[in-house]
C-alpha cells in the first residue's frame, strides 16, 4: 500500500525544466530510494513534495489526499518531515532546544506530555544526542549532527520521513552509523523517502528504488533487480564491463 | 551647579533618551533576524505610541490606562501593517520590502499630522514633576520610569527569546529560515509575533518618553534613524548590541547638547557613530557564528 504517490510531476528549477514527468510511490513501512547523479533533479522532487518549490504540473499524494502545493508547516503536522541535505541545524541553540522546534506545531497545540516521551525514545534511540543535550548544536561532529538532524525531524512524528543526502560530507565510519540508524527506524514502522548519491550503500538499505538521470525516470525496481542491473552497476558502482 | 553635577545630569538624560533609541534598535533587530528586513517604520510607532497616550489622557483616560491602550493600539497597528503592506510581498526579495516600510513610515506620519497636527504635545509625567535631588541637581523621576521600563522591557525580551518555545522558534528562523519551515515553523506567524513584539517596545518608548521629551507628528523619523544606527553599532542581529548602541547614541547626544550646542548634537552623535563603525565595522558585540 503506497503512502506516498507522485503522478506525472513538472516542475522548473532556476528558469530550467529541471523535471520532466516524474511519477513514484513509496511503500508504507518501507525504505524507498531515489538514486541519480549530482543535479539529476533528486532535492528538486523532495522539495516539490515537501510544497518548498511549486510543481508546474502533476500531483502530490500522501495518504490518498492531494497535497500538492501545500506549505512546509502544514506537511509537517499531516505527517510528512524533510530532513534536509548538509543538516541544516540550528547552531546556536542547545541540542535539547533542536530536538524541541522539531515538535515546534505540536508544541504549539499542546501535545506536552507526548512529546516529551518521544524525546525520551529519540534519544534512546540516539544516545549520543542525550550526552550532547545542553551543548551547542554547532559544537557536534558531522555525523552526530546528522543524528540531531534526524532526530529533530522525528519529533515532529513523522509518518513519512524524507532524507537528503544523510551521507554528504560524513566519515565512512559515521555514514555507516546513520545507516544503520535508518534501518532502525524502517523497523520502528516509519516509511522513509531516502535521496542517496551513494547508490551502494543507499541499495544494501532500501527495499525499492528509483533512477534518476535529468530530470527523468530512467529505472526502478526492487533493491536486487537494481543491484543486478548491468546499467546500474557500471554508472553507479564503479564496476568495469568485464565485471559486469 | 557644580560640573560634576552638570555631567550627572547631562549623563541620565543621555541614559534614558538612549535606552528609548536602543528599545527602537531591538525592535528593528528583532524584525530584522525573522525577516531579514529592515522596518524603516520603526520610529513611527514611537511617535504613534506617544501621540495616542495623549489623545486618551486628553479624553481622560486614567494615565496607566492610556499608557496601555497606546502600546496595545500600536502594536495593532503593526499587525495591520504587515497584513497589508508585508504580507502581500511575501517572496519579493529585501529592496521592496524596505521601500515598503518607508511608504508604511509616510502614511503613518501623514495620517498623525492630519489627526493631530503638527504640534508637540506633552503627557502629564507618572509620578509628578517633583525632581530628586542629588548633589547640587536634580533628577527628572520621570527618567527614572524610562530607564526602569525600557531595562524591565529589554530583560522581558532576552527571557522570552531564551526560554520560550516561540523565542526559541524565532531564533531558529534567524539562524536557518529554510530549516525553520521544514521542521514545521510558520515564518508567517513569526514574521507577525516580530512585528508586534517590536511596535510594542517602540511604543512604550515613546508613551513614557514623552512626559520629558514631548512628542510630534514628525519625530518618528528622528527614532527610526537613531534606531537603525543603534542596531547597526550593535551588530545588527544582536538585541543587546542594539540597546547598548543606542545608550551609547543617547549619551554622545546629550553631552554634546550640553557642552557644545544643541543645534550640533545629532550631528556629533552621527560622527561618534562613524568613528565607532570605522574602529569595529562588525559592531560593538561580535555576532556568535552558526
Request: aromatic share 0%; proline share 0%; no cysteine.
Given at each position: 500500500m503506497s503512502l506516498l504517490r507522485l503522478s506525472s510531476i513538472t516542475a522548473d528549477y532556476g528558469g530550467l525544466q529541471a523535471l520532466r514527468g516524474i511519477s513514484l510511490h513509496a511503500n508504507e513501512g518501507e525504505i524507498t530510494a531515489l538514486l541519480g547523479a549530482n543535479g539529476a533533479g533528486k532535492s528538486t522532487i523532495l522539495n516539490v513534495i515537501c510544497g518548498v518549490v511549486p510543481p508546474r504540473s502533476g500531483q502530490v499524494i500522501f495518504d490518498e489526499e492531494n497535497?500538492?502545493?501545500?506549505a512546509p508547516e502544514r506537511l509537517v503536522q499531516k505527517g510528512l518531515t524533510q530532513v534536509p541535505e548538509g543538516r541544516q541545524v540550528f547552531g546556536e541553540l542547545s541540542v535539547r532546544d533542536n530536538l524541541l522546534l522539531g515538535a515546534y506545531s505540536r508544541l504549539h497545540r499542546g501535545d506536552r506530555s507526548q512529546v516529551h516521551q518521544d524525546l525520551e525514545e529519540i534519544c534512546r534511540l540516539f544516545p549520543v544526542l542525550r550526552e550532547a543535550?545542553?551543548?551547542?548544536?554547532?559544537?557536534?561532529s558531522g555525523g552526530e549532527q546528522q543524528m540531531l538532524a534526524i532526530g529533530r525531524a522525528l519529533m515532529s512524528a513523522p509518518r513519512l520521513l524524507l532524507l537528503d543526502e544523510p551521507s554528504s560530507g560524513l566519515a565512512p565510519m559515521a555514514m555507516a552509523e546513520v545507516f544503520r540508524k535508518i534501518e532502525a527506524l524502517r523497523e520502528l514502522g516509519t516509511t522513509i523517502l531516502l535521496v542517496e548519491q551513494n547508490v551502494s550503500a543507499a541499495l544494501q538499505i532500501a527495499d525499492r528504488g528509483y533512477v534518476l538521470e535529468v530530470g527523468q525516470m530512467v529505472l526502478e525496481g526492487s533493491c536486487d533487480e537494481l543491484l543486478s542491473n548491468r546499467d546500474v552497476r557500471r554508472a553507479y558502482?564503479?564496476?568495469?564491463y568485464e565485471e559486469v | 551647579m557644580s560640573l560634576a553635577d552638570q555631567l550627572l545630569q547631562y549623563l541620565i538624560t543621555g541614559v534614558s533618551v538612549g535606552m528609548v533609541y536602543g528599545l527602537v534598535g531591538l525592535g528593528i533587530t528583532i524584525i530584522f533576524n525573522a525577516t531579514g528586513i529592515i522596518n524603516f517604520a520603526q520610529g513611527e510607532f514611537v511617535m504613534l505610541g506617544g501621540m495616542i497616550a495623549v489623545a486618551l489622557t486628553a479624553a481622560r483616560l486614567p494615565l496607566a490606562a492610556a499608557v496601555i491602550l497606546a502600546v496595545a493600539a500600536v502594536t495593532m497597528v503593526a499587525l495591520v501593517t504587515e497584513r497589508l503592506a508585508i504580507r502581500p510581498l511575501?517572496?519579493?526579495?529585501?529592496i521592496p520590502l524596505i521601500i515598503a516600510t518607508i511608504g508604511v513610515s509616510l502614511i503613518l506620519q501623514g495620517g498623525a499630522k492630519l489627526v493631530w497636527g503638527p504640534e508637540a504635545v506633552r503627557l502629564p509625567a507618572f509620578s509628578g514633576e517633583q525632581p530628586i535631588r542629588i548633589g547640587g541637581g536634580g533628577i527628572d523621576p520621570q527618567r527614572l520610569w524610562v530607564m526602569g521600563l525600557a531595562a524591565l522591557s529589554v530583560a522581558a525580551v532576552q527571557l522570552f527569546f531564551k526560554y520560550t518555545l516561540a523565542g526559541k522558534a524565532m531564533r531558529a528562523c534567524a539562524i536557518n529560515r529554510a530549516a525553520a519551515r521544514l521542521v514545521g515553523i510558520s515564518i508567517d506567524r513569526m514574521v507577525r509575533l516580530s512585528f508586534a513584539m517590536s511596535a510594542a517596545l517602540a511604543a512604550l518608548g515613546g508613551v513614557v518618553l514623552t512626559p520629558v521629551a514631548l512628542m510630534q507628528c514628525s519625530q518618528g523619523t528622528h527614532y527610526t534613524l537613531t534606531g537603525f544606527l543603534a542596531a547597526v553599532l550593535g551588530g545588527l542581529g544582536s538585541g543587546l548590541g542594539a540597546v547598548l548602541g543606542g545608550i551609547l547614541l543617547g549619551i554622545v547626544e546629550s553631552l554634546s547638547a550640553g557642552f557644545i550646542s544643541s543645534g550640533y548634537s545629532k550631528a556629533i552623535a552621527l560622527a561618534v557613530a562613524l568613528v565607532v563603525l570605522w574602529w569595529r565595522p562588525e559592531g560593538l558585540v561580535r555576532r556568535r557564528q552558526a
Open positions: 497535497i500538492t502545493g501545500l543535550s545542553s551543548r551547542r548544536a554547532g559544537t557536534l558502482l564503479g564496476k568495469d | 511575501r517572496g519579493a526579495s529585501v
